[in-house]
C-alpha cells in the first residue's frame, strides 16, 4: 500500500501540466476513467472488469488522489476535490483523445435550456448543488430540478456521463442552448405534445 501511494507521489511531481497527464494514469484507472465517463455504475465496471466493488472503488480514489497530489490541493472535502479531478480528466481526455466518447445518432439529444447549461458547466467545475444555488442565488432544489432536466435532455445516465456528453458536443461544434424564454417554450413543448396526443 505504501509503495503504490509513492509510486503515485513520483508520478504526480513528474508531471508537467496543470492537470493531471493521462500518462500518469496505470491502465486500469484509465479504464474506470473510461467507464466513468461512460456513465456505469460501480457495480457495471467491476462485472465489466472482472473484479469487485471495492477494487474499484479503490483505482476510482486513487485516480482522485494523483489529481490532488498533481494540484496540491488541501481541501477538508476530499470527496469533492477527487469529484473535480474526476470531472477535468474526463474533459481533458475528450479534448484531448485519450478518452473516447460519442453519441449514437439514434439517441435523441435536446438542448438544453440556458439554465440547465449553467448548472451543468458549474457542476463540470466540479461544484456541489449547493454552492451551485448559491452562485445563483436559486434553492437546491431548483438546481436539483435543472440538473436533472439536463441528464435527460442528454441522455445522459449520471452526471459525470452528462459532462462528458457537454463536452463531446462542444469539440464537435453541436453544442447548443435553446433561445427564448424557458417558460414560453416549455409551454409550447407541452401544448405541441397535448395535440400529439389529442391527433392519435
Known sequence: MIEIELEQVKRARNASSERVPFEMLSPREQEVLQYVADGLRIA??????????????ATRYNIGNIG?????????DRKGAG???????????????????????SEEIQPLFPSEALVLEQ?????SHEQIAQIFG????????????????LNALNFYHAVARMTYLKKVGLWTV???????????????????????
Do not use: C, F, W
Open 44 to 57: 457495471d465496471m467491476a462485472e465489466l472488469m472482472h473484479t469487485n466493488v471495492k477494487t474499484v472503488e
Open 68 to 76: 490532488l497530489l498533481e494540484r496540491e490541493t488541501h481541501t477538508p
Open 83 to 105: 469529484k473535480s479531478v474526476l470531472l477535468a480528466l474526463i474533459q481533458d481526455g475528450i479534448n484531448y483523445d485519450y478518452v473516447s466518447h460519442n453519441i449514437d445518432e
Open 123 to 127: 457542476v463540470a467545475q466540479g461544484k
Open 138 to 153: 436559486k434553492s437546491i432544489k431548483t438546481v436539483e430540478i435543472q440538473m436533472g432536466n439536463a441528464l435527460k435532455s
Open 178 to 200: 435553446r433561445m427564448g424564454s424557458e417558460n414560453n417554450q416549455r409551454l409550447a413543448r407541452a401544448r405541441r405534445e397535448k395535440r400529439e396526443l389529442a391527433s392519435v
